[in-house]
T-cell receptor, first 115, second 111 residues
Framework: EPEVTQTPSHQVTQMGQEVILRCVPI?????FYWYRQILGQKVEFLVS????????KSEIFDDQFSVERPDGSNFTLKIRSTKLEDSAMYFC?????????????FGPGTRLTVT | EDKVVQSPLSLVVHEGDTVTLNCSYE??????LLWYKQEKKAPTFLFML????IEKKSGRLSSILDKKELFSILNITATQTGDSAVYLC???????????FGTGTRLKVLA
């Protein structure tokens, strides 16, 4: 069964460093998402991406964040200068289409720890 | 502001019990409501509901949506320890490209 994959599973970085989180969505999916979940808190929407551009972003997704689909298969989230409060689990998700009858599939997540 | 509220926040039951989890929402341009189960890591999809009053069922799990009263329930009958997880509700609204998640209900089923 096709699945969304994410690498790395755990990333430890120092404050101020740049990190890139990688995702490979399901191959025939068209819509891609990043979410984060701070430990013990709810899943929060960061950004959605369609047709090689951002469709929507939340207030969390500030200038420190960017997304890219560099080669038609990978979907990356970059945090330019990490802060302690960026420590969270980051989930990538993909969906075949944005209509009433679709499912959103989540990857296993990358745990980002900023020290 | 759009919001999704789940209750209870946590629940402890014994194997064999039946549980009902609640999700209420206040959003503009509701399109669909989704239930997920989150164990150790990523949420896994359970149900998607778009129409009122139509029950979706999968084994011991079932869910229904009430678009007039703006809520959904997730029922789990004959609970098992493997049902222990956080159950997430998310709402998708048309005109946007995002899902709004509730805080989740943490269910613990004791043997």
């Amino acid at each position: 069964e096709p699945e969304v994959t994410q690498t790395p599973s755990h990333q430890v970085t120092q404050m101020g460093q740049e990190v890139i989180l990688r995702c490979v969505p399901i191959s025939n999916h068209l819509y891609f998402y990043w979410y984060r979940q701070i430990l013990g808190q709810k899943v929060e929407f960061l950004v959605s991406f369609y047709n090689n551009e951002i469709s929507e972003k939340s207030e969390i997704f500030d200038d420190q964040f960017s997304v890219e689909r560099p080669d038609g298969s990978n979907f990356t989230l970059k945090i330019r200068s990490t802060k302690l409060e960026d420590s969270a689990m980051y989930f990538c998700a993909s969906a075949p289409r944005v209509l009433s009858n679709y499912e959103q599939y989540f990857g296993p997540g990358t745990r980002l720890t900023v020290t | 502001e759009d919001k999704v509220v789940q209750s209870p926040l946590s629940l402890v039951v014994h194997e064999g019990d039946t549980v009902t989890l609640n999700c209420s929402y206040e959003v503009t341009n509701f399109r669909s409501l989704l239930w997920y189960k989150q164990e150790k890591k990523a949420p896994t999809f359970l149900f998607m509901l778009t129409s009122s009053g139509i029950e979706k069922k999968s084994g011991r799990l079932s869910s229904i949506l009430d678009k007039k009263e703006l809520f959904s329930i997730l029922n789990i009958t004959a609970t098992q320890t493997g049902d222990s997880a956080v159950y997430l509700c998310a709402v998708y609204t048309s005109g946007t490209y995002k899902y709004i998640f509730g805080t989740g209900t943490r269910l613990k089923v004791l043997a």
